[in-house]
Nanobody, 117 residues
């Protein structure tokens, strides 16, 4: 079993920045794909960004150029740097781990990000 704990959410003004962190309870293995997803009120959960062990990244079109995902395997951490935040970025952000060997997804409890004047 893997536990994921997010932190770093909060209230920020439009144009501001936040960095989300995800602490992983075990070693981040090479075949894990780490990611961030978000869910806004009344909407389905959507992909924000993913990163592989080779640091290949993938971003939703809506966040390209503004958000950066990174991982520190030694610290067992995954980060999401969010710049130029917009009101439409308001959502609960979830850390995700995909284990491709056992085909299982693990989720954190989520952290609220609110972008408002």
């Amino acid at each position: 079993q893997v536990q994921l704990v997010e932190s770093g959410g909060g209230l920020v003004q439009p144009g501001g920045s936040l960095r989300l962190s995800c602490a992983v309870s075990r070693t981040i293995l090479s075949y894990y794909v780490m990611g961030w997803y978000r869910q806004a009120p009344g909407k389905e959960r959507e992909l924000v960004a993913t990163i592989t062990s080779s640091d290949t990244t993938n971003y939703a079109d809506s966040v390209k150029g503004r958000f950066t995902i990174s991982r520190d395997n030694a610290k067992k951490m995954v980060y999401l740097q969010m710049n130029s935040l917009k009101s439409e970025d308001t959502a609960v952000y979830y850390c995700n781990l995909k284990d491709g060997i056992i085909r299982t997804d693990y989720w954190g409890q989520g952290t609220q990000v609110t972008v408002s004047p």
